[in-house]
């Protein structure tokens, strides 16, 4: 069964990003910047960096629902398709409404 996207999730257009649970910080938010593919660059990094989900407890952390809907499709994120390819990455999720098309779009006006 697909893992479904949370209620405060920031790629959710209906989400204000204040409103994440324990707290906002627009530091570490826009630090997720370095997670996000380039348009264009086929990168195949040592690490393949993931925005993790804001529900789940540091050490259990699991992929941000949004994040995978938008790097694995538009975002194309190559490193990300192969992982997913080998099964190192958690791909049966379900995104709710409407989804902001770029990270740019999650941060705070």
């Known amino acids: ?12 257009k209906d989400v204000n990003p204040h409103d994440i649970p324990n707290g906002y910080c627009v530091i570490k938010h826009a630090n997720l910047r370095r997670t ?16 993790a989900c804001h529900e789940f407890p540091e050490g259990k952390e699991r992929v941000c629902v949004g994040w995978l809907a938008n790097q694995m499709g538009r975002g194309n994120n190559i490193a990300l398709r192969l992982a ?12 709710v409404g409407e989804q902001h098309e770029c990270f740019e779009d999650t941060l705070p006006k």
Do not use: H, S, Y
């Not at 996000?36 to 925005?51: C, H, S, W, Y």
């Open 84 to 95: 997913a390819f080998e099964g190192r990455v958690e791909v049966d999720v379900e995104t």
């Open 1 to 12: 069964m697909a893992r479904k996207q949370c209620g405060k999730c920031p790629w959710r």
């Open 36 to 51: 996000i593919a380039k348009p264009g660059e086929v990168n195949f990094p040592d690490t393949l960096r993931q925005m």
